[in-house]
């Protein structure tokens, strides 16, 4: 299936661990998206990348590293998590051939951090 | 800068009756608007986009909006609800930054009951 996948689903950790979060588009698109969804559901970007260049990087803690070795995989890194990192990681892509071309996302990745 | 106001957190309607959520945008430009939903546990599908095309936008599973340049709204409306319906809704704006990142509002829940 075309989609935007995202692994893992569900991730419990406790304070103070490193984790990663792995994301793969196969929509042939070229800007990728991490978005964190809070528990009022509001959600804000985090960054964004474009042929494997960082292109946004919003007002994130140093602690959150995106990696993106070509351009269908992005990947979020987070050393030494702390509570409020707990929330739902969205990675989302789009094509910006067309500049309405809209977000794709995937199913989310739910963060809990004890 | 580019911004939407959904102007209601909770919206409830019975199965067969209007839907109507409401969206307000602050734009200096001719904004690119967007509707998503976002059912639980899942990630954010686009329902409808408006480009400028034509004021009246259609969507998927029913769902239209309309463009009011004089009011800057851009409320989403469905004649007759469905049990499927609910679920979180998100207006959303591009920005005209270079790579025009969105905006998302603070999204309104959708209670359906029988």
């Known amino acids: 299936d075309t989609a935007v996948s995202q692994t893992p689903k569900y991730l419990v950790t406790q304070m103070g661990n490193d984790k990663s979060i792995k994301c793969e588009q196969n929509l042939g698109h070229d800007t990728m998206y991490w978005y964190k969804q809070d528990s009022k559901k509001f959600l804000k970007i985090m960054f964004s990348?474009?042929?494997?260049?960082?292109?946004i990087n919003e007002t994130v803690p140093n602690r959150f590293s995106p990696k993106s070795p070509d351009k269908a995989h992005l990947n979020l890194h987070i050393n030494s998590l702390e509570l409020g990192d707990s929330a739902v990681y969205f990675c989302?892509?789009?094509?910006?051939?067309?500049?309405?071309?809209?977000?794709?996302f995937g199913n989310g990745t739910r963060l809990t951090v004890t | 800068a580019q911004s939407v106001t959904q102007l209601d957190s909770h919206v409830s309607v019975s199965e067969g009756t209007p839907v109507l959520l409401r969206c307000n945008y602050s734009s200096s430009y001719s904004p690119s608007l967007f509707w998503y939903v976002q059912h639980p546990n899942k990630g954010l599908q686009l329902l409808l986009k408006y480009t400028s095309a034509a004021t009246l936008v259609k969507g998927i599973n029913g769902f239209e909006a309309e463009f009011k340049k004089s009011e800057t709204s851009f409320h989403l409306t469905k004649p007759s609800a469905h049990m499927s319906d609910a679920a979180e809704y998100f207006c959303?704006?591009?920005?005209?930054?270079?790579?025009?990142?969105?905006?998302f509002g603070a999204g309104t829940q959708v209670v359906v009951t029988p």
């Open positions: 959303v704006v591009r920005t005209t930054d270079s790579w025009g990142k969105l905006q």
């Open positions: 989302a892509s789009r094509s910006t051939g067309g500049r309405n071309s809209p977000l794709h």
């Open positions: 990348y474009n042929n494997k260049e960082l292109i």
